[in-house]
């Protein structure tokens, strides 16, 4: 396990963080509490020392599992947690980004957690009612608490982010130093203005679903499951994933990892990380088995003919105005035909 610092901060986080949406049987399909004690101990074992969980996972039960087991060297661990979604449902002011539900929950993952403080908190989905000004200011005031050492914002527009920063350099505020995304080889899209707005603000970034639910471990059969969903099968949110494009992007990431002898996972997380040292792979699992393998894809490292293949597989349009700002008319009428004699950073 090698450490990355997390944006523009001194914390040193392992290269891949735990994640733990399925600590807790509350949903009906997550791990028991014996079966997470293995997966942390396996996370640990690897090195491990960044732990990702929520005030809604689980209905709260990740938080709970996650407490217990750092408890005895809770020190050691860059623990995470999130607030903004609901937990009372019949209570307007019971989800959000706003201030009251901020404080609230922040008071019930502390108690769930067993600790005074957390080293990252997430604002978990942007709510498009709340000012970016009480967010900023009111995460401020959690750190000057003592309560909260560092901000992070997850699944949130790409001028969202930018506001807040921009306005907590103004104001001498905390900034948010991490970002969390959904990404990986078949969700690309924050590579159009999220990732670019990250390594300008120096953020890291957490990928949530570096698997793209599963699609990426090379285990489905593409065929039974469009024909499923063609017939109005039951199928997981992952269904709609299976589609032409993601097929062949499945079976370069299949060639590849024949090539390097290990699994379709490990290639798909090594990708992810091969993409940025900014960048940092959410791994998650019902299983150790599953987990094990996951965490193994830190032995295999892919060269520029493989990374290549994986691009152009899986590669997107970036749409306007990226694609028309790099097109040669415009450059030569940018830069007088001299575009490619002038040095750049």
Not at 59 to 82: F, N, P
Not at 99 to 124: C, P
Not at 127 to 139: G, K
Not at 316 to 324: A, T, V, Y
Request: charged letters at 25%; one cysteine or more; hydrophobic letters at 40%.
């Amino acid at each position: 396990m090698k450490y990355r610092l997390f944006g523009k901060s001194g914390l040193r986080v392992s290269e891949v963080c735990l994640g733990t949406m399925t600590f807790g049987e509350d949903w009906g399909w997550g791990a028991s509490k014996e079966e997470c004690k293995k997966i942390f101990e396996t996370y640990v074992e690897a090195g491990g020392n960044f732990i990702d969980t929520a005030n809604f996972y689980t209905q709260g039960t990740s938080e709970s599992i996650v407490g217990e087991l750092i408890a005895s060297a809770r020190q050691q661990y860059v623990l995470a947690t999130k607030y903004s979604l609901t937990m009372r449902s019949d209570d307007p002011n019971a989800g959000g980004n706003h201030r009251k539900n901020m404080i609230q929950s922040l008071e019930a993952s502390l108690k769930r957690l067993n600790t005074d403080y957390v080293d990252i908190y997430w604002l978990h989905a942007w709510d498009f009612t709340t000012p970016v000004e009480e967010v900023i200011r009111a995460l401020d005031d959690m750190v000057s608490a003592g309560k909260v050492l560092y901000i992070g914002i997850s699944d949130t527009p790409v001028w969202i982010v930018s506001q807040a920063n921009t306005l907590a350099a103004l104001r001498g505020w905390s900034a948010f130093i991490g970002l969390q995304v959904e990404y990986s080889l078949i969700e690309r899209a924050p590579e159009r203005d999220l990732l670019p707005m990250a390594e300008s603000f120096g953020m890291s970034v957490t990928a949530w679903s570096p698997l793209g639910g599963g699609v990426l471990t090379g285990k489905y059969n593409f065929e039974e499951k469009e024909q499923a969903g063609s017939e109005g099968g039951r199928l997981s949110p992952s269904s709609g994933r299976f589609n032409d494009k993601n097929r062949l992007i499945v079976e370069e990431l299949k060639q590849v990892a024949s090539e390097l002898e290990c699994t379709p996972a490990q290639v798909a997380l090594s990708w992810v990380r091969a993409q940025s040292s900014s960048i940092i792979p959410i791994i998650g699992s019902r299983k150790v088995t599953q987990f094990s393998d996951n965490i193994a894809s830190l032995h295999y490292q892919l060269n520029e003919d493989q990374l290549a293949r994986l691009h152009e597989a899986s590669r997107i349009e970036l749409g306007f105005p990226h694609d028309f700002l790099a097109s040669r008319s415009v450059k030569d009428v940018l830069f007088g035909q001299k575009y490619d004699r002038i040095m750049r950073r």
